[in-house]
Structures are given as C-alpha cells and as structure tokens.
C-alpha cells in the first residue's frame, strides 16, 4: 500500500464529500462552503491511495504565531494504519517554528493528538456555536 501524502493537491467536490460521509462529519451537507474552506486554509495535506482520496488535513493560521488545526480526517477503512500520523506531520513541518499549533480533538482522538505532542491546554475549555448535527 503506497500512500501519497501531498500538499498540492488539487481536490474535487464529489471526492470531498465522500470522504466527509464516509466518516460522518456534517460539513459534507455543505459541500460547496467545504470546499471553498479546505482550498481557502492556509495550509492542506492530502493522503491518496491510487488517486483515491483516503484522507486529509487543513490549517488556518496567522501565518507567523498561531495555528489551527480544525479538520483532520481519515476513511474508516484506512484508520489505524499510521495514515493520520504522516498526514498531520507533513501539516505540522510547515508549522514546526511556530508559538502555538491548536486543535480540538474529543474520544479516540485525543490520545492520538497526545501522541503527536499535544497536550491539554491548561485549564481551558472548547466553546463552540455549532451548525453541524454530530455531538
């Protein structure tokens, strides 16, 4: 299994989309402002399995200090095959002098991310006003 992990990467709706229902994630119900977010994000790693898209990665950034990881995804028939982590340390390499790298992660997630380095953020709390449908 040769995965291409890649950060120039031109993205189709329809492949978008799929992946996002494929992992149950609402902003596939708004298919046209997902793709303008991931192809407007600061920076964008994909991962393909001849050509298909399995998974992927965005950040939004300040560009100099700051930067959020809000997506990062990978087909459930390709989890647990070390596809997540090759994805996001592609992402992070362009973000590795930076002050601070942030995400949300929640469940499974969050002892992947600590993995990864991250850790906790002090005594802070995720806040939210939410449109999407899962919890």
Excluded: C
């Amino acid at each position: 299994m040769e995965v291409v992990i890649s950060s120039q990467d031109e993205l189709t709706s329809d492949e978008v989309v799929a992946l996002y229902r494929a992992v149950g994630w609402s902003a596939a119900d708004k298919p046209s402002q997902l793709l303008a977010a991931l192809r407007g994000s600061h920076g964008l790693v994909t991962a393909r399995l001849d050509g298909r898209l399995i998974g992927l990665a965005n950040a939004i950034s300040d560009g100099h200090l700051v930067v959020y990881y809000p997506h990062m995804l990978v087909h459930p028939d390709f989890q647990g095959k070390g596809i997540g982590r090759q994805i996001m340390t592609a992402l992070q390499s362009k973000y590795a002098d930076f002050h601070q790298q942030m995400l949300t992660a929640d469940g499974d997630a969050i002892a992947f991310y600590q993995t990864m380095g991250f850790e906790r953020a002090g005594s802070t709390a995720s806040m939210w006003i939410y449109a999407g449908d899962e919890h």
